[in-house]
């Protein structure tokens, strides 16, 4: 049983979000001034986009952090409380939310307290724009043909890792709990700032593609019409009009013109000058520093001349006009927590992640010339969970190891060439909504290591729709894993729920929710993409084409531990502690391939090997 300081503090993550966030005088909500808001020019609401706000709020985390250092125990943790509903009062329950959940992803005294899924916090903001029920009911949502990929950017457990993310990386660095006066950014995290929304769209992609949509595209001409709208219906958030203008009305106190300069210099920087102003220094690689200077985060290069584009980018799409010709509170974009619900996300993280693919498109080619020696993929077996019977090490030793090693796998009758995705329904506060599910798989790889010895290698696993194998960009990353191969032939057996990629543990939104560990950050804990959307949707009918690759990388140039049960390796890093992959995110497809041609050399590579698979969406199964 929870006790009653942990029951507190879920109770002040679940008030609701002010309807009204402008009603409380700007003199007493203690955030500053940037620039006219709507209605007065002197209130706006709080957002982490807006970089004072982040500060206040960060300050405010770093109160925190000296309140439980003075005072141990929950003593000290209900002091916290008391601050943070202080300033829930001054400066409204936004701010003193975010503020109180750096402190617990951030404080060893602070992971006591939980921070409950966005559905049990705000389940009036995970709401579908259009109910499955009431089928009279006006249809709203994203206008034209986004409105058919509302189910996947509305998905709660989606938008609670958006909200997560950020906070276990916020761009002003979060205080250190054994000096809170101290802040300080992650290790890479403007690198994972990019690889994050990267995956994202490359996800976002492949479900546009499985609709006969192509990939999204940037936002980078501000003078022109955003032809799709978004109505979430969300209270205190505005919509979005389609066919409408971007314009200098904004909360964060830049105009489209800023972003246009910020976006000459960014760009002019990696074509014209190679990148210098963006040259390793420190810790810091140079796709680190890109990132950080384009979020913009606290790491962020010459902010004077390469200004804040991504922030800055999110306020003002939040202003473009509602259907009412004007805005009161902003759309969502400039909230983490709902961000993601609007199609017009995916066009501005493209923009944003252009600046990054722009250099690494400069860069020279793979050469794989450091791929592990000795060792080989001899091929890639994919079985669903329901044809597994007892420990699945066993079962794929047992028959498609030894004697069977050679043997073509299908031969077995446990294995499958394709995998079953399906729309469940569940109910979030009354309101049914549905979300897309997957069949749970194991993914037999078979291994040849002929040095004679054992040899360490990383696993890399990743899936892209067939159309697109040339387009390194779309490749989504699955897994990616530590693992000791033995000298001769062996079988690696892994099933999807250990996945780099999700939180941990992985679990689909209508389980029940795992047991605290108040030794882990329950925010961080919960940082990664979930489970149930790990597998695009596909096609219904005949299904659609996948390619899915396995490879090998030298584990001592990489040096990957393997996660423990804790987070998303890939998305989340480590708490705490270093980024655990030392190659750069997305490797191998953080640059252009020998030749720009990915089959061909996937097909040479000893170390790497491909297979086609088949991803069929099927009829509804219930909830």
């Not at 001054?90 to 899924?117: C, D, N, W, Y």
């Not at 705490?576 to 953080?590: T, W």
Request: overall charge negative.
């Amino acid at each position: 049983m929870a006790s009653g300081v942990e029951q507190r503090a879920a109770s002040f993550f679940t008030r609701p979000l002010d309807e009204n966030p402008l009603t409380v005088p700007s003199r007493a909500r203690g955030l500053e001034t940037l620039g006219p808001g709507a209605g007065t020019a002197t209130e706006v609401p709080f957002s982490v986009f807006i970089p004072a706000h982040q500060q206040k709020a960060l300050s405010v985390a770093a109160e925190l952090m000296h309140i439980a250092n003075a005072n141990p125990g929950d003593e000290g943790l209900e002091k916290v409380l008391d601050r943070a509903e202080e300033e829930a009062q001054r400066s409204g329950i936004e701010l003193a939310q975010f503020a109180l959940s750096v402190f617990i992803t951030h404080h060893p005294q602070g992971r006591k307290l939980p921070i409950p899924r966005l559905e049990d916090s705000n389940p009036e903001l995970v709401k579908p724009s259009k109910p499955v029920t009431d089928e009279g009911l006006v249809e709203l949502g994203a206008t034209g043909v986004e409105k058919e990929l509302d189910w996947y950017r509305e998905d709660a457990s989606a938008n609670d890792h958006h909200l997560r993310w950020h906070r276990v990386y916020p761009g002003g660095g979060h205080p250190d709990p054994n000096d809170p006066d101290g802040f300080r950014t992650a290790d890479r995290q403007g690198e994972l700032f990019l690889y994050m929304h990267k995956q994202m769209l490359a996800r976002y992609d492949t479900e546009r593609l499985a609709i006969g949509l192509g990939k999204a595209e940037p936002l980078s001409d501000y003078r022109t019409e955003v032809p799709e709208g978004y109505e979430p219906t969300l209270p205190p958030f505005d919509d979005r009009r389609a066919s409408s203008l971007l314009t200098d009305s904004t909360y964060g106190g830049a105009s489209v013109a800023d972003l246009e300069a910020w976006d000459g210099e960014i760009f002019g920087e990696i074509l014209n000058n190679d990148a210098a102003a963006f040259a390793p220094v420190g810790k810091h690689t140079t796709p680190d520093l890109i990132g950080c200077t384009v979020e913009s985060n606290a790491d962020a290069v010459d902010t004077d001349r390469f200004g804040d584009l991504h922030n800055s980018g999110h306020m003002i799409i939040a202003m473009v006009p509602s259907g009412n010709g004007g805005q009161q509170f902003g759309g969502v974009m400039r909230s983490v927590r709902v961000a993601i619900r609007d199609p017009i996300f995916y066009r501005w993280h493209r923009h944003v992640d252009d600046a990054h693919a722009t250099w690494q498109d400069r860069q020279p080619a793979q050469s794989f010339d450091d791929a592990p020696t000795g060792v080989s993929v001899s091929g890639v077996i994919v079985c669903r969970a329901a044809q597994i019977s007892g420990d699945a090490q066993q079962f794929g030793e047992q028959h498609f190891g030894g004697g069977n090693f050679a043997t073509d796998p299908a031969a077995s009758g446990v294995t499958t060439d394709t995998l079953n995705t399906f729309m469940r329904t569940r109910t979030i506060n009354g309101t049914p909504v549905t979300f897309l599910d997957h069949d749970d798989f194991t993914t037999f790889i078979r291994a040849t290591n002929s040095t004679g010895a054992e040899k360490t290698v990383t696993v890399r696993v990743f899936l892209v729709a067939e159309e697109w194998v040339e387009d390194r960009r779309r490749w989504i990353e699955l897994d990616k894993f530590q693992h000791a191969l033995a000298a001769g032939q062996s079988v690696i057996a892994r099933s999807s729920k250990l996945s780099s990629v999700i939180r941990k543990p992985a679990r689909r939104p209508n389980e029940p929710a795992p047991i605290h560990d108040p030794a882990e950050s329950v925010d961080y804990c919960d940082c990664g993409w979930p489970y149930h959307l790990l597998l695009p949707r596909g096609k219904a009918g005949t299904g659609m084409k996948f390619r899915l690759l396995v490879m090998f990388s030298d584990w001592e140039i990489d040096k990957v531990e393997i996660a423990g049960k804790c987070s998303s390796m890939s998305f989340c890093g480590k708490m705490d502690s270093d980024y655990p992959d030392r190659r750069p995110m997305g490797y191998p497809f953080d640059r252009n391939w020998p030749g720009g041609k990915i089959a061909a050399t996937i097909a040479a590579q000893p170390a790497m090997s491909a297979r086609d698979l088949l991803i069929q969406w099927i009829d509804p199964v219930g909830p």
